[in-house]
């Protein structure tokens, strides 16, 4: 009996989900989500009681096994853990440097290693420094300039532009490639400005690359905090002949196995049409990345959640997706879409959320112009939570690799004017996190993921009209 009427109430709450206007089911998605909510107690407990997630590292499969354990706990369909071998960096002890004006004078300032980075020597390192605004720069400069020296790369992020994405990519080349564009010099190391609008003392990691560059002219490269750059710049301008000092302990060890966690509900009418959403697990180790990207993680496996409490049985696959080694290899996500072309799998859409947990401001589409227009139609149910920004542009890095012939891939786009005061840093914490921005982000992730369910992304579906 009691059987009989757990049935009944399944059945009321699908119809009931089933008559509701698209407007009501994403009321109840927002209602749902500010109310009871739990992205912000998974991302507590992914900061602060396991903390940065490097690639390779304890927390990282700490993290793989909580996030898990969660999924299996929401009685999705099936739950399960891809392996992917990812690289294994490790910093070391804490990194140490000082600007010397003068023999015995010096200054303390802040640095970190970049991933990747080869070790300094063992005593240290001390020379000369040249300053370059970028890239191009250091090639416009003759070897006699930059052997044995350090290369300070100063080129800041321009606070003109209001996306702050493309400030970011306007001088991230300098600390991707840096390093292997100095090593051709004969550089001895390489000092790289941190990536932030923000002038503060805090250094910013991220990953670098030395491309094909052999050993003997790899050389180790830090990020120092935007101050103190600013600092060095100065004294520079006094003292072309001035010396830095740095020393880092960081290690390239061999590449260990790792694991994507997956999560899935079954579609009820269209199994084989996926709609994947999700966020990168692994973070730097500065922080415990929460922003960058614990939030995204949290978000997504609230999608799966949130729908399910709903009484929303989608049409299609719904699979929640947490990318290992996003940071420094994206390993994770390319091993995902691998696998799918292997299995013939059908990903007809793709959410991302790699821009931090800050108020949803709406999505970027990378889509065929039928699919946008049908997108574009749902646009004014956002409208009443202030979410208004639906572009045609770019969609996360973890989902890219699933680009097909006539899917539709998608990133969530927060506000991110305060995105890179935390990004990469030890200030992307937990308490940089405000809840109601963050649940505010996961139902709005949710909306989308239901009406691409509820119509589809084909253009012979476009026809079908959402009800107001």
């Known amino acids: 009996m009691r059987n009989f009427f757990t049935i009944l109430i399944l059945l009321f709450s699908l119809n009931f989900a089933a008559s509701q206007t698209d407007a009501e089911v994403l009321k109840t998605i927002f209602d749902a989500s500010l109310t009871n909510g739990k992205s912000y107690e998974w991302l507590d407990h992914l900061s ?30 099936k739950v399960w853990l891809q392996p992917v071998m990812v690289p294994k960096w490790v910093r070391g002890t804490s990194e140490f440097a000082f600007i010397e004006t003068e023999p015995g004078e010096t200054l303390s300032v802040n640095i970190c290693a970049l991933g990747g980075s080869i070790a300094t020597y063992v005593e240290g390192l001390k020379a000369e420094v040249v300053e370059v605004s970028g890239i191009e720069d250091l090639k416009t400069r003759d070897r006699s300039e930059v052997e044995g020296k350090i290369v300070f790369y100063n080129r800041p992020m321009d ?33 790289v400005r941190s990536m932030s609008h923000k002038i503060d003392d805090l250094p910013h990691t991220g990953s670098m690359s030395y491309g094909d560059l052999p050993n003997s002219e790899r050389i180790p490269s830090a990020a120092i905090s935007t101050r103190h750059a600013d600092l060095l710049s100065s004294l520079l301008k006094l003292n072309p002949k001035i010396k830095f000092y740095f020393k880092q302990n960081c290690r390239n060890l061999k590449d260990v196995q790792s694991y994507n966690v997956i999560g899935e509900i079954t579609g009820s009418e269209y199994p084989n049409e996926i709609i994947t959403v999700g966020g990168h697990l692994d973070s730097w180790d500065l922080g415990d990345g929460a ?72 999505f970027s589409f990378d889509c065929s ?45 927060p506000d991110t004017q305060r995105y890179f005061d935390h990004h990469h840093a030890a200030s992307d914490t937990f308490d940089a996190v405000n809840k109601r921005e963050l649940e505010l982000g996961a139902a709005t992730m949710t909306a989308l993921v239901f009406l691409v369910d509820k119509y589809g992304i084909n253009p012979i579906q476009t026809n079908q009209q959402f009800k107001d």
Not at 52 to 76: H, W
Not at 295 to 320: E, F, H, W, Y
Not at 382 to 402: M, T
Request: proline share 3%; net charge positive.
């Open 48 to 77: 602060n009681r396991i903390g940065g997630r490097l690639s390779g590292s304890l927390n990282a499969e700490r993290a793989v096994e909580y996030t898990r354990k969660e999924l299996d706990s929401l009685g999705l369909d």
């Open 159 to 191: 606070p003109t532009l209001i996306n702050t994405f493309s400030a970011y990519g306007g001088c991230v080349d300098q600390r991707y490639a840096g390093a292997m564009e100095a090593g051709k010099l004969g550089a001895a190391a390489v000092l």
């Open 291 to 362: 922003h960058d990207d614990g939030a995204g993680c949290v978000q997504s496996m609230d999608v799966l959640r949130l729908m399910k409490n709903s009484g929303i049985r989608p049409k299609r696959t719904i699979r929640v997706v947490l990318f290992m080694n996003e940071e420094n290899g994206l390993r994770g996500a390319r091993k995902y879409a691998d696998v799918a072309k292997q299995k013939g799998e059908n990903h007809i859409f793709a959410l991302e959320s790699d821009s931090g947990g800050f108020t949803p401001r709406g």
């Open 369 to 413: 112009e039928s699919n946008f227009n049908q997108i574009l139609s749902w646009k004014p149910l956002f409208k009443p939570y202030l979410i208004h920004y639906f572009e045609r542009g770019g969609s996360g890095a973890d989902v890219g690799p699933l680009k097909g012939d006539n899917n539709v891939l998608a990133g969530l786009r």
